[in-house]
């Protein structure tokens, strides 16, 4: 009886020890298992957090990506306004070329123009006296004919002031009319066409030479006082 229980005793004791083995593996297993389990809680914090980080990556990059774009759209938009810019300056360079070019021209013009102006009035000058020559001859040949030379003797006072002549009061012949005045109303002196030096004139003639020079705008002042 005895050796029965101590035999159960022996195979208790041995279930025992096996189940105590076991229990260690066990605990062994559940160690290593708890640990891992740790270490991947430990690795999927990390991976939490990288992918949160890729996340943040990755938004940052889709920013940075939609900046990048937007610079390219304006540096195209930029190149553009420049070839734009570009394009106006030639024009620009083209129109000044040309305003240079119509100055240079104008400025030609304006000499040349000068130059025949100048031609111009240099012929109308010559017109202008030619006509006041043969104005002055024409009154001149008319009043040779129309007037006629005064005798001496059929003066006996200046026909202008009408003062007697004596010895002191002289007479004198106007050369254009050819009539007799005294000193004071002859003392202007004109250059006629029939003589080559200025000669006495009355008053009247003398007047009517300046109105003549007036009229066609060429006064020359050809009077002398004896």
Request: hydrophobic fraction near 30%.
């Amino acid at each position: 009886m005895q050796q029965g229980v101590f035999d159960l005793y022996l195979v208790a004791k041995e279930e025992l020890a096996v189940s105590n083995s076991k229990l260690s593996e066990l605990k062994a297993k559940i160690e290593t298992e708890k640990k891992k389990r740790d270490e991947a809680e430990v690795e999927k914090a990390l991976l939490v957090t990288k992918c949160e980080k890729l996340t943040t990556d990755n938004e940052k990059l889709r920013t940075d990506i939609e900046e990048i774009r937007g610079k390219h759209e304006n540096t195209e938009s930029f190149v553009e306004e420049i070839t734009k810019l570009r394009m106006e300056v030639s024009i620009m360079e083209n129109l000044k070329n040309e305003l240079q070019r119509l100055r240079e021209e104008n400025k030609e013009l304006k000499t040349t123009c000068s130059v025949q102006e100048s031609s111009l009035l240099e012929l109308a000058d010559q017109l202008g006296r030619s006509k006041l020559e043969m104005e002055e001859l024409r009154y001149d040949i008319d009043q040779s004919k129309e007037n006629k030379w005064m005798a001496d003797d059929e003066a006996i006072c200046c026909y202008q002031c009408e003062a007697n002549f004596s010895l002191a009061r002289r007479k004198h012949h106007c050369r254009n009319c050819g009539m007799i005045f005294c000193n004071d109303c002859s003392n202007k002196k004109r250059l006629l066409p029939s003589s080559s030096k200025p000669v006495r004139v009355c008053d009247e003639c003398d007047l009517i030479f300046i109105k003549r020079l007036h009229g066609f705008g060429h006064f020359v002042d050809r009077t002398d006082t004896m």
